[in-house]
T-cell receptor, first 113, second 115 residues
Framework: DTGVSQDPRHKITKRGQNVTFRCDPI?????LYWYRQTLGQGPEFLTY????????KSRLLSDRFSAERPKGSFSTLEIQRTEQGDSAMYLC???????????FGSGTRLTVV | DAKTTQPPSMDCAEGRAANLPCNHS???????VYWYRQIHSQGPQYIIH???NNETNEMASLIITEDRKSSTLILPHATLRDTAVYYC????????????????FGQGTRLTINP
């Protein structure tokens, strides 16, 4: 295992389409986070999973967004009826013990046209 | 909401020490300070973290003031590959989840290392 993997790296979609991103965390990490980063800004927290349970959602996560982590392994983030404002980098991070660093993936860059 | 304030940009000569300041005047007693950096089109990379004491690792040193309201990241001998956006971050407790936290990023400092 070499880190957190995210797929795809880039996604271009038409407004109104649905998109799904995947994150594979470091295998022994039970904590998983999704962040969103718009151009020139720092990443903003979206949601947090502890094992398979989604325990926290930001107010940034509208009803069009849904995230899952079946069996506490990989996670998916789906955006329904995409809007141009959804264009951003979506980052996934995982951690094992909160006293240590959080490992981020390289992100999925979404462009809605 | 971000709990840190950083200068938007800084320059440093190659081979010199880069000192990146950060203000976090509203930090709470149990909230850690983290530093990450992000090179274009990549995910944030962990550098160092600390609570009260100064910390040092193979990448950098972290100096936290006694009142914990500010800190400085020091890259001792900057190289061209250290050119990146550096984020000073506060790790904040979730209000309703015991023992779990999230990283709250600020706007970051764009550090440019010049030859």
């Amino acid at each position: 295992d070499t880190g957190v993997s995210q797929d795809p790296r880039h996604k271009i979609t038409k407004r109104g389409q649905n998109v799904t991103f995947r994150c594979d965390p470091i295998s022994e990490h039970n904590r998983l986070y999704w962040y969103r980063q718009t151009l020139g800004q720092g990443p903003e927290f979206l949601t947090y999973f502890q094992n398979e349970a989604q325990l926290e959602k930001s107010r940034l996560l509208s009803d069009r967004f849904s995230a899952e982590r079946p069996k506490g392994s990989f996670s998916t983030l789906e955006i329904q009826r995409t809007e141009q404002g959804d264009s951003a980098m979506y980052l996934c991070a995982s951690s094992l013990r909160t006293a240590y660093g959080y490992t981020f993936g390289s992100g999925t860059r979404l462009t809605v046209v | 909401d971000a709990k840190t304030t950083q200068p938007p940009s800084m320059d440093c000569a190659e081979g010199r020490a880069a000192n990146l300041p950060c203000n976090h005047s509203t930090i709470s007693g149990n909230e850690y300070v983290y530093w990450y950096r992000q090179i274009h089109s990549q995910g944030p990379q962990y550098i160092i973290h600390g609570l009260k004491n100064n910390e040092t690792n193979e990448m950098a040193s972290l100096i936290i003031t006694e009142d914990r309201k500010s800190s400085t990241l020091i890259l001792p001998h900057a190289t061209l590959r250290d050119t990146a956006v550096y984020y000073c971050i506060v790790r904040v407790e979730f209000s309703n989840i015991q023992g779990a936290q999230k990283l709250v990023f600020g706007q970051g400092t764009r550090l440019t290392i010049n030859p």
